[in-house]
């Protein structure tokens, strides 16, 4: 792991915090191209209670140095608000999206308000994060086209959290084809493994 230093905490003092080297090494890597014209997007996968949501708040704030809870959304109202107001280059977390941009509901009003803001968003530079319980669950077009990364963040058996497996888009659409029966996450190997910390 090594230590990051970005942007400020509420109070003014500056915010550190650690990050898998690996992972910081990737995330270099998308925040210049980014800086090039792209955008990014990412999905978070796991179980409730794993540590998705710390997880993304990591990566969030390692591309954006002024990420905060206020670029956190829970609905796509919320989403749509946040992305379409920030700043260029901002991180935005939409957590827990399960029952937005889950299969089963891919016909309704949320589904394709994000959809069509996803398209949209492309101009604006941003890196988004998708939290959602299932992988497997998530529309086809996003889990494999819109979505550059899956990052699977789980417990061992012991039940220590902090634990995370790297996809990036030919793993990840290798995993969503291979694994889709069974709910298989081991049916593909990710690109590499690291640990988490959840930050004060």
Request: charged share 25%.
């Amino acid at each position: 792991m090594v230590v990051i230093t970005k942007g400020l905490r509420p109070d003014g003092t500056p915010c550190t915090f650690y990050m898998d080297s690996t992972l910081a090494n990737n995330f270099d890597a998308v925040i210049k191209r980014v800086k090039r014209g792209w955008d990014y997007c990412a999905c978070t996968s796991g179980l409730p209670g794993v540590g998705k949501s710390n997880f993304s708040f990591n990566c969030a704030r390692y591309c954006c140095e002024w990420f905060d809870k206020s670029y956190v959304t829970f609905t796509a109202q919320e989403f749509i608000k946040v992305t379409s107001e920030c700043s260029e280059y901002s991180s935005v977390v939409l957590d827990e999206s399960f029952a937005t941009l889950n299969t089963r509901i891919s016909n309704s009003k949320d589904f394709l308000q994000i959809c069509n803001h996803l398209s949209i968003l492309r101009q604006k530079h941003l890196f988004i994060f998708l939290n959602i319980p299932n992988f497997f669950d998530l529309n086809k077009s996003i889990a494999l086209w819109r979505c550059s990364h899956l990052f699977v963040v789980y417990a061992n058996e012991e039940g220590y959290r902090g634990r995370f497996i790297a996809f990036d888009r030919p793993s990840k659409r290798e995993l969503y084809v291979d694994g889709s029966k069974y709910i298989d996450y081991e049916c593909v190997d990710g690109n590499f493994t690291g640990r988490f910390i959840k930050q004060k």
